[in-house]
Nanobody, 125 residues
Framework: VQLQASGGGLVQAGGSLRLSCAAS????????MGWFRQAPGKEREFVAG????????NYVDSVKGRFTISRDTAKNTVTLQMNSLKPEDTAVYYC???????????????????WGQGTLVTVSS
């Protein structure tokens, strides 16, 4: 299984970016998918997750109302729409798959089995 994340870049505060993650090798449509991020000198943190059918989502408090996670099971992709970006959103963003769960979104990175390579998001003030 390979996860390919894309869409990162440099944006000014208040701007938007859309991250995409494409899975190949096997379908991820039966599992929870999530986005994590890691800023320099900090631990990796959960950002958003979505259940197998997209019925439920979960977000870290700091991004609620600004970020939206969605998935296209037919295309085996998950996206993260990020609006009203802030300098503190600067990090490397990773997509991940929790292949042990379909309907429960957990926030611990250790529970996720497959990881993308990361895409850098830089928000300037």
């Amino acid at each position: 299984v390979q996860l390919q994340a894309s869409g990162g870049g440099l944006v000014q505060a208040g701007g938007s970016l859309r991250l995409s993650c494409a899975a190949s090798g096997r379908t991820m449509s039966n599992y929870v998918m999530g986005w994590f991020r890691q800023a320099p000198g900090k631990e990796r943190e959960f950002v958003a997750g979505i259940t197998w059918n997209g019925a439920r989502t979960n977000y870290v408090d700091s991004v609620k109302g600004r970020f939206t996670i969605s998935r296209d099971t037919a295309k085996n992709t998950v996206t993260l729409q990020m609006n009203s970006l802030k300098p503190e959103d600067t990090a490397v963003y990773y997509c991940a798959v929790d292949r042990r769960r379909a309907s429960q979104i957990v926030t611990e990175s250790s529970e996720y089995s497959y990881w993308g390579q990361g895409t850098l998001v830089t928000v300037s003030s």
